[in-house]
Structure formats: C-alpha cells, structure tokens
C-alpha cells in the first residue's frame, strides 16, 4: 500500500500524549486514516496490537521507543524515537560532577531520549582520561541504553561508579544485585545527581521479603499479562505445574493491565508471581500482598526443594 493512503494507528506513551494530535493532523494531511491509541502505554512491550487488529490498521506508529518485541509481528510497527535534548550547561555539569568525584572509571547508560547525546559525552568524558564502560543489556537496543526491566546485569563491574542519565530513578533502580560501587541518576534537566544505592538496597530487601513470604503462602496467584512484550504464557504454566508439586493451591489471572486494581477482589491470595513487566513487583505495598518476580522463582523452587521431605 502507498504511503499516504493507510489506515494508520499511533500510539504514545503517556509523557508523550500531548503531542498525539499534532502528529495525527500531519498523518492526515498527508492523506492516511490516522486513529490514537487512548490505552496506557508503558514501553514499547505494550504494543497496541489488539487495538490495530480491530480497526484493520495498515500499521502501528510507536513514538518515543526503540524496538522491544523481536518477535515477527502480523502488523508493520514503525518506531519513532522521541528525542529530547540535554543542554551544553547541563552536560557541563555532568563532566564536572564525575571530575570532582575523581572517577577514573564509571559505567555510564541513558533512557532511550537522550542517547542521541549519548555518543558525544562518552567522547567528552574520555577527553577527561575517563574510562567509559557502557555494554548492551540483554532488552536494550544499542549499548549505553537503558530501559527499567534491565537487570543492571551488564553496568556494574570493574567501575568506580554507574551513573544513569534518565529523568527519574525508574530506570536506574532496576538493578538485581546490590552494587559495590555508587550509583547515581543523573538529571539532564536540573544537572542534579542522586546516589540511588539505599533505594536499590531497599528494593532488594523487599523482593527477598517476597520470596520468605511465596515460601510460606498456600495459595499463589499467578500473574499474566497479554501485552505484547510482557506476555509469558508458558513460565505461568510451568510456574503453576512446579507449585502444585509442591503442593501449593495456585490461580492463574490474566488482564491486558495488571494493577492493584484489577486483581484486588480476588479473596483468598497470599502472594503474587508476577510473569509480566518485571517492575511490577515494585508496586508490592500498592498490591497490599507481596509480589515475587519471574527472576526469584528459580530460587523458591529450590528453597521448597530443600524443604520437601526426602
Ligand atoms: S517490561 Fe516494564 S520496564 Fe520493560 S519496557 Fe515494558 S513497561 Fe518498561
């Protein structure tokens, strides 16, 4: 089909929304049928794929993401990423920050609308004898990009500090082990640094809480999520099979958005497997129930290994 002549759907995430009408009305100048997805959209694992297939869209235009889903789609998705510019003052400030820190060495990563600059102040850094490690996470898209279901994994080795370039502590917060260097987000508006490690730790210890409790629980329910990116039927289905051996009582419960709300009328559930976006587990006081996640179920079953009777 001709460009300029489909039906086309856009979808934003929600910082990105206020823009949604301007880029429609260009998309319909140019002669196309143009729909906005109105759905929450978290990252670029939530594609709006079932909304595209009611509507028989051409394809989906998703801004403000780079690629996510590797899988082959049945819908050509464009992804437009949305950049935002951090001032020269700001980057100044970033230079001086790691300067009078003396870091001879620092993991440095971004959130997907600044690694535009990314390149330019490694280069700066390294005119400052600054070891730049910055390697590619396992969902991230080229290396130095971060995004908030990334472990951390692959940032925080042989450095003496990881500093992360995101509006916000989401992204930075992630990581999975307890780090042995600072970590800091580094603001690319106010040029402010936050040491982010209490919050790391206190995170850490609230997904370990999680496991004590899916331990002890009797009744777990399962969480699946069908959004695109976040959708992992066959880990529920294993999940469910490996806790009935272990004689736990389990409920399978699917929604396209899990949320505190979704799922707080279910009675009689004392903990929560989450199998969709990792950083669901963070909202466990919001849950009022803990929330373990997918990386931790590894271990429980190896804790109720060791608890069975031989
Ligand atoms: S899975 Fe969660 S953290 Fe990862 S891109 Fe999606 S919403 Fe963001």
Redesign the pocket.
Known sequence: MESGNMRILLQFPEGLKRYALDYAAKLEADGNEVFISASPC?????LCLDEARHIRADKIIHYG?YP?IKKVLDIEVEYVPFYIDISPAVIEKLLSFVKDKGFRSISLNATVQHMHQFKDIVKRLEELQVKVVYKEGH?AAEPGHL????DGSHFQEGVDAIITIADGL??AT?ISKVPSVPVYVFNPYDGKATLINDIIKKRLRKRRAALAAAIEAETIAILVST?P??FSLSFALNTKKKLASFGKKTVLLVANELSPESVGNFQGIDVFINT?????ADDHDRFGKPVLGMDLVGELFEQLSAMAPK
């Open positions: 978290y990252g670029a694992c939530d993401h996510f969902l995004l908030g279901c990334e989401f992204h992630a959004k990116g976040q969709a976006c990792p950083r669901l």
